[in-house]
């Protein structure tokens, strides 16, 4: 009983909170971009869950939680979608380029 109530507690305080999980996701999104057009991308290549979470203040489990209930991804999944839309702007951009 006792670890029923903890984990509805756990799973409510990202509801409660939605303001502070959008801040949240925000800060993801600009530390990614942040990332990528900086020298870290060659350095270091792509991001992991640990360096996100471990940038943001967070633990990497609570991070992907918080995505999940945010936008049904997980962190690993979200940084993948984000490298995928990176890529296909920049594929964009160079086909318009090159017309």
């Known amino acids: 009983m006792l ?3 903890c984990d509805r507690f756990y ?5 409660t909170r939605k303001k502070a999980n959008t801040d949240l996701l925000t800060k993801l999104e600009a530390l990614l971009d942040e ?6 991308l060659a350095e270091k290549g792509i991001p992991t869950v640990q360096f996100v979470a471990s940038e943001l203040h967070l633990s990497p489990n609570y991070l992907s939680d918080m995505l999940r ?3 049904g991804q997980t ?3 979200h ?11 920049l594929f ?8």
Do not use: P
Request: cysteine-free; overall charge positive.
């Open 69 to 71: 209930v945010e936008t």
């Open 3 to 5: 670890l029923k109530y």
């Open 11 to 15: 799973n409510r305080q990202f509801l």
């Open 75 to 77: 962190t690993q999944q």
């Open 92 to 99: 964009i951009f160079y086909l318009n380029v090159r017309i």
């Open 35 to 40: 990332h990528f057009k900086s020298e870290r």
């Open 79 to 89: 940084i993948q979608n984000w490298v995928v839309e990176k890529a296909k702007e």
